[in-house]
């Protein structure tokens, strides 16, 4: 392994780790300023110019207050739960390419931490990883809600896992590969090669799966408010807090660059316009996660695993027949 | 509008029955509802409204210590001693009514017979963290002295701010520059309510 790599990687991370944890606090700005113009409320107007400061009050504000661990609670799973969320979210990043290779003095820089070759399927199990964050930090809060949003943890995320890798399924195979930047390159033909045209129903059914993935607002039943205090969350005080809601919002990002590589096309071809398309898709994504937030109604718990048992994950496995027979003829 | 007319209470009306189905019993009944609701397209109207609205920006935030609203003549806020307009005196003759009548009992006054052996008062209190702004001080009030005031905000270091005599009263300046307000009263008019008096459809 020789030195330059080494750096490189290093610096990969850092700057993942840092753009992706800033990201998160412009993400929970946008969510606030979007689900309040779509309510015809203003949102954060105060704290600077357009209330752009408020990420940085938040900020200080998570950072400094105390960090109470409740009488009752098992202590060191308690502590560990938060980490486990936003590690893994960070974890799962290490596998997706963010922008097509460029060279910066003469140098060729590959933007994905790790192209290896099970990416798609390192992503999945990282992102399922993440289920131990509210499962753990549910059971050891000591608090008959946190439990309840653990137990509805456990099953979403287990239910969704299955809609997810069956919807993916058939991508593969058209693809014949697990690493992204393979299904990239497969689409890389403009808008008409994109795998949506080709897999529409495993788009919708990987996009469904996504909100159950990160608990947005159809789904949002893990930390649902308005029944269940905040679920999981609701023992949780100060920064231990703050790395929850990290890990979500570079969730919902990093499920966002997923499903525009997959499905829409990725960066392209690889020029510069690619890159930014790329944005732009990974931007609508995130947008659509705060428009449905905003107009959507949650389901019931049950709906959800009906829609996932009796509806979804059958047609997943007809789409994946399907176009295994496709492809065989 | 005419007595006739005001009599009158066959309002058009608009109410019609909603179209609700039965509940389905059958499997296949089930099936039928679930796929109607998925292909009606109604998660898009509901996707298409709240986008509607943030392109029209019609935004209904009142930016609050900036911007206030309106408050009805009627609001019973902190309350207010208000002056003579010919001699610029203050009103209250300390006759003690509101003290007796304050059901909370949270006015403490003290009076005293001055050089012109006229009634002059000394000490006057009202304890905020008891009165429940009843109103009965300035209902019984017979020189329209105490009064309620339109001010809401009561934020202060001190519990015991804006209840004094001297904190209440009318300020001098204020009142040579004849802007002190007179209380409308208990059975004051809402500005603009002709406009929003709306009949009630009996006939149904």
């Known amino acids: 392994m020789d030195t330059a790599f080494f750096i490189e990687t290093i610096v990969k991370i850092v700057v993942i780790l840092t753009v992706f944890s800033a990201l998160a606090g412009f993400g929970t700005y946008f969510e606030r300023k979007i689900l309040a113009f779509m309510q015809r409320r203003l949102g954060p107007t105060y704290v600077g110019p357009y209330g752009l400061l408020q990420i940085a009050a938040d900020g200080i504000k998570l950072f400094t207050k105390e960090d109470i661990i409740p009488a009752g609670v098992v202590g060191p799973i308690f502590k560990i739960a938060p980490v486990i969320t936003a590690a893994t979210a960070f974890m799962a990043a290490a596998a997706i390419p963010f922008m097509p290779e460029f060279t910066i003095f003469g140098y060729t820089v590959h933007p994905i931490v790790a192209d290896i070759n099970i990416g798609i399927l390192y992503i999945l199990g990282i992102m399922a990883v993440g289920l131990y964050g509210p499962l753990l930090g549910g059971m050891s809060s000591n608090n008959k809600y946190s439990l309840i ?64 993935e990160t608990g947005r607002t159809p789904f949002h039943l893990i930390a649902n408010d308005h029944e269940i205090i905040d679920g999981f969350g609701t023992e949780y005080s100060g920064m231990r807090w703050g790395l929850f809601f990290i890990g979500e919002y570079a969730n919902m990002f990093f499920i966002s660059f997923v499903m525009a590589i997959i499905f829409l096309g990725g960066f392209g071809d690889g020029s510069a316009l690619g890159a930014l398309a790329l944005l732009g898709k990974v931007a609508f994504l995130f947008l659509f996660f705060l428009w449905t937030r905003a ?21 997943a496995v007809v789409n994946v027949v399907i176009t295994g027979i496709v492809l065989m003829f | 509008m005419s007595r006739e007319q005001l009599n009158d209470r066959n309002v058009q009306q608009n ?107 000394t000490e006057y209190s009202i304890n905020l963290g008891r009165c429940i702004f009843c109103g009965y001080c300035a209902e019984v009030c017979p020189e329209l002295a105490i009064v309620h005031g339109p001010r809401y905000e009561n934020a202060s270091e001190q519990r015991a701010h804006f209840v004094t005599f001297e904190d209440m009263l009318t300020p001098i300046d204020v009142m040579k520059a004849g802007s002190q307000k007179e209380f409308e009263g208990f059975g004051a008019v809402i500005p603009g309510s002709d406009e929003s008096v709306k009949k009630t459809p009996l006939a149904y």
């Open chain 1, 149 to 212: 949003s653990a137990a509805r943890g456990a099953s979403v995320f287990i239910s969704y896992e299955v809609v997810t890798g069956l919807s993916i399924l058939a991508p593969i195979m058209m693809v014949g590969s697990l690493s992204l930047i393979d299904f990239n390159n497969y689409q890389s033909g403009g808008i008409g090669s994109w795998m949506v045209w080709s897999q529409p129903v495993a788009f919708i059914l990987f996009w469904i799966a996504a909100f159950a």
């Open chain 1, 295 to 315: 107009a959507w109604p949650d389901v019931r718990p049950d709906q959800l695993m009906w829609l996932c048992w009796k509806v979804l994950m059958p047609i």
């Open chain 2, 15 to 121: 109410y019609f029955q909603v179209d609700i189905a039965d509940y389905p019993t059958t499997g296949w009944g089930k099936f039928k509802r679930v796929v109607a609701r998925t292909f009606r397209g109604e998660l898009f109207v509901g996707l298409w409204v709240v986008l509607r609205e943030m392109i029209k920006f019609d935004i209904h935030t009142v930016r609050y210590p900036e911007e206030k609203m309106p408050i009805g003549p009627r609001y019973r806020a902190v309350h207010e001693m208000l002056r003579l307009w010919e001699s610029d005196t203050e009103r209250c003759i300390g006759c003690g009514l509101c003290e007796k009548i304050c059901v909370a009992s949270c006015i403490r006054m003290d009076t005293r017979i001055d050089e012109d052996s006229r009634k002059e008062v």
